[in-house]
């Protein structure tokens, strides 16, 4: 799912309100803000931990990235992303 709209419109609130009802009805939720994940990723990647890592998201029903398409993403963050979409919805295609 895809939240857009103005700035101060409500997208976080909804985001987060939909995360707190997937967690009430016992679903796994993680929240992130995009820019964060991808450096804890990359983090992940030299100090060793990238498959507990990637494990500790492979368990998440729902995945929230807040601040998605603020930045440019380079090929590395955009594999990366491919990678986790991949790992939590295998058959989706984009």
């Known amino acids: 799912m895809l939240i ?4 101060g419109c409500g997208k976080n609130f909804l985001a987060s309100a939909l995360g707190h009802q997937a967690c009430s009805q016992g679903n796994k939720v993680l929240y992130f803000n995009t820019q964060k994940l991808l450096i804890k990723t990359k983090m992940s990647r030299l100090d060793g931990s990238f498959l507990k890592f990637f494990d500790k ?13 603020l930045s440019h993403l380079d090929k590395k963050q955009q594999m990366d992303l491919m990678e986790i979409k991949l790992l939590l919805h295998p058959t989706l295609h984009l």
């Not at 857009?4 to 700035?7: I, K, L, M, P, Y």
């Not at 998201?57 to 398409?69: E, Q, T, V, Y």
């Open 4 to 7: 857009t709209g103005a700035t």
């Open 57 to 69: 998201l492979a368990k998440a029903n729902l995945l929230i990235l807040d601040d998605f398409g």
